[in-house]
Structure formats: C-alpha cells, structure tokens
C-alpha cells in the first residue's frame, strides 16, 4: 500500500505483553498499553505482481490484462490478448477469473449481421483499490492463522517423529 495524503499507511503493531498484532493508521493499544511498531527493516516492498499472484493467485499476464483495460476502458478478448501478446483463450480463461473476484465487468452487445460480442472493462481505480484493500486484509488474516497453526502444530509434529522413530526402533528390535 502507498502511502498518501488522501490515504493514510497501514504500519504493523505487536504488543508488548501479549501475542496480539494489528493494523492500524496510529499505535493501538492492548493490555494497557501503547502497542509498538513492527520492524520492517528485513521485509521487502510487494511488487504489484507478486503482490497481486500471492493474495488472488493472478498470474503477470492477468495484471497485464488489468493494465490493459484501464488504459482501453473497454475491449474484448481479442484485443486484450493483442496488448498482452498471449493467446485469446488464455486471456478469456483469466477475464473469468477476474470477472469473479470483481475487478472486471463484462457485457455483451449485438453485432451487426447476427451474433454477439463480449466488451470487458476493469471496476473504477476507487473500486479496485478497495476490492484489493479488502483482500489483502483477508489474505493477511489466513496468512496469520496459517503460522498460528503452524507454530501450534510443530509440537504435535515432533510427537509424531518420535512416535515414528520409537516404532522404527521396535520394529528393528524384532
């Protein structure tokens, strides 16, 4: 997230008594205290596509398929897979993709002679920023349970090796 006047930078606090984290624009608090800022020496800035691959599992051509439309305002499969320089299935496999997570509208219009066209546009800059807001807050929430869970299986994993080689020994008794 960039910080700006308009748009204030999430930072990271822990606090200093308990396991609790948090985001906030200013230093919350927890048991009674100010929480401190989280060290962000050692982390590295997200890149847009690494960002946008590890929270929704987009590929680099699919952010090219973003780009592409909020610099056309609207085009169809076939003029996106143009810009993008990958093939018109691909292209139409990705815009399903953001058609369902909501950064991509679609509609379809007559053609003259019979038929149909599908137009695809990208949600308005406001509306992706949130929509991308609000999904790397849940990713970052799962990401969160994921080392809790983690962490709080490492000694159950360590039981099993045990239990593993104590079997491993048994059988080699026999």
């Given at each position: 997230m960039?910080?700006?006047?308009?748009?204030?930078?999430?930072?990271?606090?822990?606090?200093?008594?308990?396991?609790?984290?948090?985001?906030?624009?200013?230093?919350?608090?927890?048991?009674e205290e100010e929480m401190r800022a989280v060290e962000?020496?050692?982390?590295?800035?997200?890149?847009l596509s690494v960002l946008l691959h590890h929270v929704y599992g987009l590929s680099g051509s699919s952010v090219d398929i973003c780009v592409s439309l909020l610099e056309r305002g609207?085009?169809?499969?076939?003029?996106?897979?143009?810009?993008v320089g990958v093939n018109r299935s691909t292209v139409s496999r990705q815009l399903a993709q953001l058609r369902e997570l909501?950064?991509?509208?679609c509609r379809e219009e007559p053609v003259a002679g019979g038929g149909r066209v599908k137009r695809y546009s990208s949600v308005s800059l406001d509306e992706l920023r949130q929509r991308h807001r609000e999904g790397l807050l849940v990713w970052a929430?799962?990401?969160?349970?994921?080392?809790?869970?983690?962490?709080?299986?490492?000694?159950?994993?360590?039981?099993?090796?045990?239990?593993?080689?104590?079997?491993?020994?048994?059988?080699?008794?026999?």
């Open positions: 960039t910080a700006s006047t308009s748009d204030p930078r999430l930072t990271g606090y822990v606090c200093r008594d308990c396991d609790t984290v948090a985001l906030a624009e200013t230093p919350p608090e927890c048991c962000t020496d050692a982390i590295n800035d997200p890149d609207e085009a169809t499969a076939t003029d996106i897979a143009s810009d909501g950064v991509v509208e929430s799962d990401a969160m349970a994921v080392v809790d869970r983690l962490y709080g299986e490492k000694p159950t994993a360590a039981a099993r090796s045990e239990s593993v080689s104590s079997s491993e020994q048994t059988a080699s008794d026999e």
